[in-house]
Each structure stands twice: as C-alpha cells, then as structure tokens.
C-alpha cells in the first residue's frame, strides 16, 4: 500500500447563515482546500461528498459549480461518521492506486428547531419517548457520576477550556468565553446537562485534498501523513453497550474504544505519542467519556484531564484545540473533516494563538447515531 | 490489484408492497445473497449500502437486525448510479486487498405520487417547469426521431419486449404481456412517449456478496468476475451534451458512453464480446440511445436492434431480458444491483425460461440525475 497525504484542506466557517445555500458553502471550501493544496480541480479524480440532511447528488450539485470534469463522484453517508466514509474511501483509492489525487468533502446545512427524531432514532425508541440526543448523554454522565465520582463542575471545566479555544478560531461558530459559574447556572438541558455543556446542530463545509506522497511531492504543498482512518459501527443499538448506562464497568469495548485500537495498530502508534486530540464532545461529559475510550488516561480519569489542566493548549495532551464541538457545533456531514482541517494545520504549525507547540501526531474522533464511529490519526 | 467476483446475490421482488418496512426489504435481499454465496454474515467485512429516499443509516439499520458484527457500514448515493457506488466501493476494496468479502446492497421505498423534482432538479429547471422526467426523454425522443428516422412503432417494440421477458421474472413488477396497439394506445405521457413506454418508480431491494476469487474458490459458490465497475458523471448539466437535444449529432461523447469506454478497455472486450445487456430503459426510446451510447450498434440504428430481432432473448444480443426498468421499475438504491442480480443468474445458468443460452459476459447499464452514470461488465 502507498503512503496515503492530505495536501491542503479548506473550511467554510460553522454557524447559521441564513438562506445562504449548502451549494456556494461546499464550494468554498472545496476551492479553500486546493488553493491550499496548490492543486488545480482538473487534476482531482474521485469526489466523496458526506452529508446527512442535504438532498441526492449534493456532491455533483456542488462540484459542477467548479466545472464538470466527468470525475465519479458519490455521496456518503454514516451519521456523525460520514466525513470519515469519505475520508476513509479517498485513503483507500489513494493507498491502493485507484487515484492520486482524491477530494474527501463534507458540508451540511441542518433544519433548525427540534430534530426529526426519525432520523436518529429506531421507532420503539420515539414510541417510548427515548428520542432526544441529551438524554443518551445525561444517562452515560450520571453512570460515570455514580461509577468514578465525575462532577458537573469537571464538566462546566471542559466547557469552559473548550469556548476559551475557540476563542482565536475563526471558524467556530461560538468564540466568546464562558466561566464556571455561567455553564452550571445555564439553562438545565437533561441533569446535569447544562445548554452551555452541549453543541449545536448547525451549518458548515469541509475539505481536504488527498493523495499519495508522491503526487504531493510534485507540487510545493506541506503535506500531512494519513496514518490511519478507520470507521466501524457498534456492537450494541447504540454506541456504547447497554450495560455502560446502568451498571457500573468493565463493560465490553465501545465501538469508538474498538475503532481506536486499531487506528493506533494501524499507525503503530499509541495514545502516549499524541500531541493533540479532536474528539466527539457533544456534551461536556462525552469528553470525559471518550478520553477514556480513546486510552488517553484509564478508565474513571477522564475527570482529572481537565481538572490538572492535562487537555488545555499548552498541557501534556490537549484536546479539542479547535473548541471542539461545543463551540464549532456539529455540521454533521463536515464535522470530522473540519477536525481534520483543524489537526492539519496543527500539524503544520499554522494554527495562530491555539496552536499545540512541536505538534507532530494527532487523533480525530467522531461517534454517533446508528452505533457509527471513527478515528483518524495523521502524523507530519 | 486481485480479481474480484460476486458470490451470490439476492433480490426482494420490485414493486409496492405497502407498509411493508424498507429494514425487511433489505434484510430479505442480504440475507438471500448470503445463502446465495454460501458465505455467513459474521464473515462480512464491510458494506454499503446504496438508497436515495431513505433516512439516515438505512444500511446499518437493516443490517443489524443480522447481528451487530462491528464492521464498518457506509450508505451511498449517486441518484441512478447509486448502486454501482455501492458496488464500485466494494470492488477496490477488494482488489486492493483492504478486504476479502464486502457486501454491496442497495434497497429503496420511494414516494408515491408526483415526484418532488427539488429531489433531482435545480431551481432554474423547477422554474422553468422544466423538472419532470419524462420531459427530457420525450426530447431527445423527438430528436432521434428527427435525426436518424426512429419512430414510435420501435418505441412500442421495445416496450412490447421487455414486457415479455418479464413474464418470467418472479422478481418483476409487471409480468403481464403488452401489444404494440396497446403501449401506443395507452395515455399519452408526453409526445412520443406514452404511459406504456414509461417505468415506474418503486420499492425493491437487491444484494451482492463481492469477495476476492481466492476467498471464493473456498466455498461452494459459483462466482461471476467482475471484470470492470465504472462510475462516471457527465461533462453536462444533464447526462447528455445539451446540442443533443437540439441538433444532429455527432455531439461530445456521453456519460454513458465515457463510462462505457472505460469499462470495455478495463475488462478487456469490446462490445461484440457481450453476451447479454441490462440498461437503463427509464422510457423505451432511452433504449434506443443507450444501445447506441454503449456501442451496441452505429448511431442512429438503435431502432434496428429490435426491428431485426437482435436484442430479443435468442437474438445476437439480448437486451434487458429481465424485463428492464420498464417492467421492473426503478427502485433507484437497488436498481443496479437488480440488473447484478439478473446478469449473475444469466451468466450461471440460472435465469429459467428467459435464459439467454451460453450466457459469458454481461453488462449492465444506468444513467441518470446528477448527470451519474456507470457501467460494469461481468464475466463468467
């Protein structure tokens, strides 16, 4: 197999813009990522478009805004896995020699109000009226409670670490600090779920230019190593086993836990040689969570990376540098494409007032509906 | 790269079968395909699932109800080609050695009713009321009448053709056998097109169990290469160079017939090497064309290919013996795979009182929004 390099990666911010359509925020920031890559569109050969909320051929609505180069192009989709199909499928036609150059892309422009729970959820769950994301959340946060003594003021802390980030991130859709004080005494989403403990359903695009290091080396972009991209799903209806919500652990491995195993075996690397980790905080608590899932300290210490100032920039190991998704909100189908842009140009050194000094590997993490999750690790 | 075949594959019949829940439907289809192969689901090592009216995650919601075995589960779309992602996906996967056996499955449930043309259509075409299918299929019909002398007559024949060979096929929609003075009496649909002349959309589902021929050759199975898999959008805004609807050709090669190329030099054959042909007979003057496009016949004889008996079953070249998407309809997420399904049975053998006698090499055929088309050959 090749090495497998993404050349340049672009983002359209993440928020709400209104009438603004899904087509022009795809566009740019396909066109951000090859200007980045300092490849042109004729030179791309396979287009993988993820998006969860957008209509058919998405992707080829976009593209053609580029011009119709003829190029297969496909839409994916794995919930809040789908940047991560594409991703993985470009590294796969890259790595084999299908392509050379293969964009990886995702954008979405979610309905605004109450989600359609049909979307996410089995019909015994909206029968049983189990059918709103913060409460999947507050029962694993009352688990870890109960089991490892977690608090609500460790997740207000990882709040409050992930709004400062963002706070030099252009693209965030949040940049304003929060305090302690401020997320626990916000709006009670679902106990201990505070609003300013959970993201937002949103708007926004993201790209990245894959290709083999050969191709990369022919033009004058600062390449960044695909080490491992690995989606799975579940082995349970929903993403962690059931016993995890009512009883306390060992419980057998979560699809994220499985997922990162063998992106680390893939990468022949461990969780002690990362430098930053982007990760899926919806809420507050699923950073605690999927710390430990991810192996970044044992089972029941999710707590303490927060509490030691381990996750902030400038600690051992930081995590959601971007602001993660508290402040960026989830774009589902951009979402693990926009940490990927993120730990790019970690890794390249370009992230201004939150860059991670001497940033060599970093880890993606994305888990959500349909038991979808997966782990990308890239290395400079 | 390593030679891919298709174990088994399974078929839900085409049709509208109520409430019957797409979970089932794809369900049915998978496991037939497994039994089909001789292959056990837990041996399966990643799917994708291709469907264009159905939510979020429909492949890993189906899939699951055969056990949650962890492997990663991508749905994909490409409008009519979706199928042929499906199994494009499966076949680098495969070829490149990343995998040994992949399902590629495809299922949909469409609408009934007047379809929402935002579903395939931009704004200006909606605007301009220019955003019903058979629209376009009545104007390229009225070209190639103008240009090369086809005639509503053919159109019929066509019709009357696929009708028959659908007689048989326990999988088809419609299995009743038209006259000439029927199709061309039916409703008028529009000029030249009539209601007859027309396929419907549906529900249906269809699975192929892709593996490598090494893994093959250890069960029992009776596995058909797939000698080439071709996904391709068009250089177009529609899926023919618009001077085709408007003046004589010669024009810039199709999608279809770009897809086409690729696909005989990929396998090696020309189109006097097939066998038998599946295309995408949305209405039956896309017959016509496509027989054309695929270089079945010069341009502008496609008329001929049923005047002269050849594209019957027992003809030189029989085309869509299944009966076609004339008497299938199109279930867009599994129409490709169906037209897998039928050219393995054929090319095994297997296809019943509508074989095509010494069966070798197949193609199959779909074109459609999106400017999507793809082409794959099989080869036994």
Same sequence: chains 1, 2.
């Avoid at 004080?181 to 505070?194: A, G, H």
Wanted: charged share 20%; aromatic share 6%.
């Amino acid at each position: 197999m090749r090495e497998v390099v993404i050349a340049g990666v672009g983002l359209h911010p993440c928020g709400r813009f209104g009438d603004k359509p899904y087509v022009d925020m795809g566009r740019e920031a396909v066109a951000a990522a090859l200007k980045d890559a300092g490849i042109a569109w004729s030179e791309v050969q396979a287009a993988y478009c993820a998006r969860m909320y957008l209509p058919a051929t998405s992707g080829a609505r976009i593209l053609k805004t580029l011009g119709m180069t003829g190029i297969p192009i496909a839409d994916v989709e794995a919930a809040c896995a789908s940047g991560a199909v594409a991703l993985s499928q470009a590294y796969m036609a890259i790595a084999s020699g299908f392509y050379d150059v293969v964009l990886a892309f995702g954008v979405e422009k979610m309905p605004r109000g109450f989600m359609d729970p049909s979307a996410i959820y089995e019909d015994w769950q909206i029968r049983m009226g189990l059918a709103v994301n913060p409460m999947y959340w507050a029962i694993a946060a009352k688990r870890h409670m109960a089991d490892y003594g977690a608090t609500a003021l460790q997740m207000a802390k990882v709040s409050v670490k992930n709004h400062k980030n963002a706070r030099t991130n252009p693209y965030a859709m949040y940049r304003r600090e929060v305090s302690v004080e401020e997320v626990l005494s916000s709006r009670m989403v679902c106990d201990p779920i505070t609003l300013l403990m959970v993201c937002a359903p949103n708007e926004g695009a993201a790209a990245a230019i894959v290709c083999s290091a050969e191709f990369a080396r022919k033009h004058s972009a600062r390449p960044v190593q695909v080490a491992a991209c690995v989606p799975r799903t579940s082995l349970y209806p929903w993403f962690r086993a059931p016993a995890a919500y009512v009883s306390a652990r060992p419980n057998p491995p979560s699809v994220t836990t499985r997922a990162a195993r063998e992106a680390y075996e893939m990468a022949g690397i461990g969780p002690q040689d990362l430098d930053l980790v982007e990760l899926q905080d919806t809420d507050a608590c699923s950073e605690i969570i999927a710390s430990e899932e991810l192996g970044l300290c044992p089972v029941g210490e999710g707590g303490r990376l927060v509490d030691e100032g381990i996750s902030e920039i400038g600690g051992r190991l930081p995590i959601n540098p971007s602001g993660g998704l508290l402040s960026n909100g989830e774009p589902i189908g951009a979402s693990h494409l926009r940490q990927i842009a993120e730990t790019v140009w970690q890794l390249r050194g370009e992230a201004g007032e939150r860059q991670v000094e001497g940033a060599r590997v970093g880890l993606c993490h994305v888990v959500g509906a349909g038991g979808n999750a997966a782990v990308t690790i890239l290395k400079r």
